[in-house]
């Protein structure tokens, strides 16, 4: 199984960013995926998920202004990230923690 990650930079305050997961050796809508993030120091969060069934969960700190979509055609998750703020800056990380799958992260960077 491998998770791509991709979609980070450099942004405003403000700003939005979409994050993609591009997934090969699963069929994504047949697993719980998420994005999770992590700051040096801190151990990695749940930012957003989707399970099998289409029911997403999101940290209260992103609700409203993150939205996770998942399309298997495609085989890719999405991260729409908007209304960026400062504190939003980490490396994301599509996975399933459940099944130990990792992808490798991508750096968002908000500025203020």
């Known amino acids: 199984v491998q998770l791509q990650a991709s979609g980070g930079g450099l942004v405003q305050t403000g700003g939005s960013l979409r994050l993609s997961c591009v997934a090969s050796?699963?069929?994504?809508?047949?697993?719980?995926l998420g994005w999770y993030r992590q700051v040096p120091g801190k151990q990695r969060e749940l930012v957003a998920s989707l399970t099998p069934e289409g029911i997403e969960t999101y940290d209260v700190s992103v609700k409203g202004r993150f939205s996770i979509s998942g399309d298997s055609s495609v085989n890719t998750v999405w991260l729409q990230m908007t209304s960026l703020q400062p504190e939003d800056t980490a490396a994301y990380y599509c996975?399933?923690?459940?099944?130990?799958?990792w992808g490798k992260g991508t750096q968002v960077t908000v500025s203020s």
């Open positions: 050796g699963i069929i994504v809508s047949s697993y719980t």
């Open positions: 996975g399933a923690p459940d099944m130990n799958w």
